[in-house]
């Protein structure tokens, strides 16, 4: 399939494994000069290398950094000013009763699924806007809709996801 993303940047978020990691890697394939993203410097670099050796002659970068923080998103916003496509993968996950999540959960799950994307939409989007081409994607959960009761955390932020969406789509 060539869907033409021939030098154009993508930014995955939380692509060490898992969806993020297949996504970045099916980027990488389509010809997408793909930054991986991670917390942890050895992860990141080991995507890095996964996704060269499965795909030749990708063009892939990693940056490790905190996404859940300011901090994180700054410094990855110094180490990659530009994008083309930016897919918020970056999510966390953890059952627990809805009497037992704390406030610092509650704001750990929103600053990590919801903000994380909503302050890296606000820098990139401009620029796309510029350009007049660039691709946000958000990647929820069906927990949005249907939330299971031993996550309400997860769904709720996974719902706020939706709405940011909805609302850069306008």
Known sequence: MDLQLTNKKALVTGST????????????????????????????EEAVQRIRAERKGAQVTGVAADLGTKEG????????????ILVNNLGIVEPKPFADISDEDWLRFFE???????????????????????????????????????????????????????????
């Open 17 to 44: 494994a898992g969806i993020g990691f297949a996504i970045a890697s099916l980027l990488a394939e389509e010809g997408a000069a793909v930054v991986v993203n991670g917390r942890s410097p050895r992860r990141v």
């Open 73 to 84: 998103v700054k410094q990855l916003i110094r180490d990659v000013p530009a994008a083309d």
């Open 112 to 170: 990590v699924n919801v903000l994380s994307g909503v302050r890296l939409s606000r820098f990139y989007l401009p620029q796309m806007l510029q350009k007049n081409w660039g691709r946000i994607v958000f990647i929820s959960s069906e927990s949005a809709i249907n939330t299971p009761v031993e996550m309400v955390h997860y769904g709720v932020t996974k719902t706020a996801q939706l709405a940011v969406a909805r609302g850069l789509a306008e």
